[in-house]
C-alpha cells in the first residue's frame, strides 16, 4: 500500500490521520474495559472477557470500526484510499453488518435491563423493537450497496433516525423511574440520541434523498443481484481527491468516534447494574387508616 499521498497539505491525509488516531483511543479504551471485567467483583482475574455478553459485543463495534478507520471505502460510490482486497466493498460491507447489529444488540440489553429495574413496559416494548428495525436497516444497506441505489441508503439511515427516537423515548421514560445519577446519566443519553436524531434529519437522510434524486434525473441503470455482487466483490476505486470525500467525512468522523465511545459506555454497563436498584424511584405505599369506612346498606 502506497502511502506518498499522505502529506499535511492534503486533507485526505489529514482526515485519515485523525481517524487512526481515534481507533488507536478506542482501542486502548477498549483494553481498559477489559482490564475493568477481569478485576471486578463480577469475576476473578483468570475470568474470560467473553464473560460478559455487552463487553463482547463492544469488542465486536470497536474492533469493526478500527478495521473500518484503517481502510475507509464509500461502499455506493465504490472508493476506497488503499488498492486492496481488504478494501473491497464486500469485505468493508459484511464488517459493519456484524459490527452494527452487535451495537443493536447492545442497546437492547441495556434498555430491557433498564426496563426490569424500573418496572416500565414500554421501554421493554420498545427494546424488542431494536434489532428487528436495524436487521432491516441493514437489508437496505445492502440492497444500496449491490444496486447502487442511493434509494437503500435513504431507508436505511431513516430506520437508524426511527430508532433511535424509540430509544429517545424509552429512556425518558425510564428517566421518571430513577433518580440522581442514574436519572442525570439517562438524560444525558436522551440529549445524545436526540442529537442524534436532529443530525440524521437535517444532514445525513437529505444528503442520500438528494443523491438519489440525482440518479433518477440522470436516468441512471442500477445494476441487479448477480451483477451487483460481483461488482462489490471486483472493483475498487483509489482516489485521495479531497471533492470525493468531502460529504463522507461529517458522518465517518463522527461515527468512528462518538459511536464507539457510546459502544464503550453500553459495554461498561455491567459494570454499574448491581447499583442501579438503589437510584430507582419507589413508590410510597398507601398508608392504613384507622376510620371507619361507610358501608351502603340495600333496603328490602
Not at 99 to 115: N, Y
Not at 240 to 264: G, K, R
Request: glycine letters at 6%.
Amino acid at each position: 500500500m502506497s502511502l506518498g499521498w499522505v502529506s499535511w497539505s492534503n486533507p485526505v491525509a489529514v482526515w485519515w490521520s485523525f481517524l487512526l488516531a481515534v481507533s488507536a483511543l478506542n482501542i486502548a479504551l477498549l483494553l481498559g474495559l477489559h482490564r475493568s471485567y477481569r478485576s471486578t467483583l463480577f469475576g476473578s482475574r483468570d475470568r474470560d472477557f467473553a464473560a460478559e455478553p455487552l463487553a463482547l459485543l463492544c469488542a465486536a463495534y470497536v474492533l469493526g470500526c478500527a478495521f473500518r478507520s484503517i481502510l475507509p471505502r464509500a461502499d455506493v460510490q465504490r472508493i476506497c484510499l488503499f488498492d486492496t482486497w481488504l478494501s473491497s466493498i464486500l469485505v468493508g460491507r459484511s464488517v459493519a453488518t456484524v459490527a452494527e447489529l452487535c451495537f443493536a444488540i447492545q442497546w437492547a440489553i441495556v434498555l430491557r435491563e433498564l426496563s426490569k429495574i424500573a418496572r416500565s413496559d414500554t421501554a421493554k416494548n420498545i427494546s424488542k423493537m431494536i434489532v428487528p428495525l436495524i436487521a432491516l436497516a441493514e437489508c437496505c444497506s445492502w440492497y444500496a450497496v449491490i444496486s447502487t441505489n442511493f434509494l437503500g441508503n435513504v431507508l436505511e439511515n431513516s430506520l437508524w433516525t426511527a430508532t433511535f427516537a424509540l430509544i429517545a423515548i424509552a429512556l425518558l421514560r425510564l428517566a421518571l423511574g430513577f433518580r440522581g445519577l442514574a436519572q442525570f446519566a439517562i438524560a444525558a443519553t436522551v440529549v445524545g440520541a436526540a442529537g442524534y436524531v436532529v443530525f440524521m434529519c437535517s444532514i445525513d437522510v437529505p444528503m442520500y434523498f438528494t443523491r438519489w434524486q440525482a440518479q433518477v434525473a440522470d436516468g441512471k441503470q442500477y445494476f441487479g443481484l448477480f451483477s451487483g455482487l460481483h461488482d462489490v466483490a471486483t472493483r475498487w476505486v483509489v482516489t485521495h481527491n479531497i471533492a470525493q470525500w468531502d460529504n463522507e467525512i461529517p458522518w465517518m468522523s463522527l461515527y468512528f468516534s462518538v459511536a464507539v465511545w457510546t459502544s464503550l459506555l453500553l459495554g461498561g454497563f455491567g459494570l454499574v447494574r448491581h447499583l442501579l436498584p438503589r437510584y430507582r424511584v419507589r413508590r410510597p405505599l398507601v398508608k392504613a387508616t384507622r376510620r371507619p369506612v361507610p358501608v351502603p346498606v340495600r333496603s328490602s
